[in-house]
């Protein structure tokens, strides 16, 4: 039983994933990811459509359990970043196709989220940013699938500024592949899914795995490099005030 995602099965093998903390904008908690990981170790289906309740597709990670990561011993932020990587490994490699459906905003491990998706459908009203270096941190275990999405060059534009952008530009740049007007979503995302089930789900499978290991690589290396990042973020005393000042309402002390 999950308590953060919903999932739900149609007769076709069609599972539609439902990040289920609409009160805190879907942050991802320890709980969600361990919950999603635990999905994507077993999705029982030939497609997976993964969305968001409420008014936001993912805020990023949860800031109480990031902060819950400051003055933590070293052997908990390796933990902790190999929590949150490991999430997005399994999603990554599930071996049936992932639809986003992209039903608002969408910041920091969010974006991370639209990048491990094969296809990511979006409304044109949401808007998106990486926005971990205005708290001290930055988009680390994401970054493989960020840079692997948006090619370096592209992620580069947005992967230090924290700047927001539209989903225009989230279009533009790789994060979405397609933008659709609100009432249009559930269509354009059925659109993407309808052709898969006439598809052979093992050669589906292999023609993803294929894919993968053609593009860079996102290996054990890697990622270990990314939780590595992290953790050292997590050490550097900009993190902590970056957190805190957003937890209390105030500007962190380099803000101009």
């Not at 952008?165 to 354009?188: H, I, N, T």
Request: glycine share 12%; aromatic share 6%; hydrophobic share 45%.
């Amino acid at each position: 039983m999950t308590e953060t995602i919903q999932v739900a099965r149609d007769g076709r093998g069609v599972a539609t994933v439902t990040l289920n903390l609409p009160q805190t904008h879907n942050a991802m908690s320890a709980q969600m990811m361990d919950e999603l990981t635990a999905f994507a170790q077993a999705p029982d289906a030939r497609v997976v459509v993964l969305t968001g309740a409420g008014k936001s597709f993912c805020a990023g990670g949860d800031l109480r359990w990031m902060q819950a990561q400051f003055g933590a011993p070293a052997e908990t932020h390796a933990v902790e970043g190999r929590r949150l990587a490991g999430m997005l490994q399994a999603l990554n490699t599930m071996p049936v196709p992932l639809i986003g459906r992209v039903q608002g905003n969408a910041f920091g491990g969010g974006v991370g989220l639209c990048c491990v998706c094969d296809v990511a459908v979006g409304v044109e009203q949401a808007l998106f940013g990486l926005t971990e270096t205005r708290l001290g941190l930055i988009p680390a275990t994401i970054g493989p699938y960020v840079i692997a999405r948006l090619g370096e060059g592209r992620a580069r534009r947005v992967f230090m500024s924290s700047r927001r952008f539209g989903a225009a530009e989230a279009a533009e740049l790789g994060v979405l592949s397609k933008l659709v007007r609100p009432e249009a979503l559930d269509e354009a995302v059925e659109a993407e899914v309808a052709p898969y089930l006439a598809c052979a789900p093992g050669a589906v499978a292999d023609a993803k795995r294929l894919a993968r290991a053609l593009g860079p690589a996102i290996d054990e290396a890697t990622i270990g490099r990314s939780i590595d990042a992290l953790a050292a973020r997590w050490e550097d005393p900009e993190a902590a005030e970056g957190v805190g000042a957003f937890l209390e309402k105030r500007k962190p002390g380099w803000a101009r």
